[in-house]
């Protein structure tokens, strides 16, 4: 079936860098997307999503961008901080069903190092 | 407030026990989700519920019972147990928009083990 994934399981940066994670998706339905971050032991944080009808998006320190021709997504953290270690995961709402069905990709891992 | 409130943070129990798992939200959502996370992998949807009603349940063997007892609440009903089912256990709600999509804020899990 369709899904979302990503290319890089892992990614490590130095601090004050900026980080780039990327993310591929097949569903060329798919209206909606959403990342999210995740420590250790805790539930997915919202950090900034972006409907299909926009090809960039900025928040606090992040940047997503959404390239519908080659059904890609990317999440730039500018000056990357030890605190943004974690998994990031992209996900998305599958086109052609119901709103609440979520999928997620793999997940990447950064690690930061100060 | 995108607060979504999850308990027991963690529970272990035997395969004969019958336990639930609970979750609160106050933030007005009408839509509340169960996802069940193994270890380093993604969530995966369990259920959904969309003003009190389920609507959709994504072939979850019937030793997890769903229940919406009110639109603040969501529970989940655990009966015998599989040592397989120990994961973490994700509880999110969204603000449903008819035909948009709509971001989905998660509780911080309750971690179970089964015995």
């Known amino acids: 079936g369709e899904s979302v994934g990503l290319h890089l399981p892992t990614l490590s940066v130095q601090e004050g860098d900026n980080s780039i994670i990327n993310c591929a998706y097949s569903?060329?339905?798919?209206?909606?997307f959403i990342w999210y971050k995740q420590e250790s032991g805790k539930g997915p944080q919202f950090i900034i999503d972006?409907?299909?009808?926009?090809d960039k998006r900025q928040g606090q320190r992040v940047t997503v961008l959404l390239n519908k021709t080659v059904k890609h997504l990317s999440l730039q953290i500018a000056a990357t901080q030890p605190g943004d270690s974690a998994v990031y995961f992209c996900a998305d709402y599958a086109g052609g069903t119901s709103y609440g069905k979520l999928t997620f990709g793999q997940g990447t891992i950064l690690t930061v190092h100060p | 407030d995108t607060e979504v409130t999850q308990t027991p943070k963690h529970l272990v129990m035997g395969m004969t026990n019958k336990k639930s798992l609970k979750c609160e939200q106050h933030?007005?959502?009408?839509?509340m989700y169960w996802y069940k996370q193994k270890a380093k992998k993604p969530p995966e949807l369990m259920f959904v519920?969309?003003?009190?009603?389920?609507?959709i349940n994504e072939s979850v063997p019937s030793r997890f019972s769903p229940e919406c007892p009110n639109s603040s609440l969501l529970n989940l009903h655990l009966h015998a147990l599989q040592p397989e089912d120990s994961a973490l256990y994700l509880c999110?709600?969204?603000?449903?928009?008819?035909?948009?999509?709509?971001?989905?804020?998660f509780g911080p899990g309750t971690r179970l083990t089964v015995l």
């Open positions: 933030m007005g959502h009408r839509a």
């Open positions: 972006i409907r299909s009808n926009m």
């Open positions: 569903n060329s339905a798919s209206d909606y």
């Open positions: 519920y969309s003003y009190e009603k389920l609507s």
């Open positions: 999110a709600s969204s603000r449903p928009s008819g035909g948009l999509r709509d971001t989905q804020y």
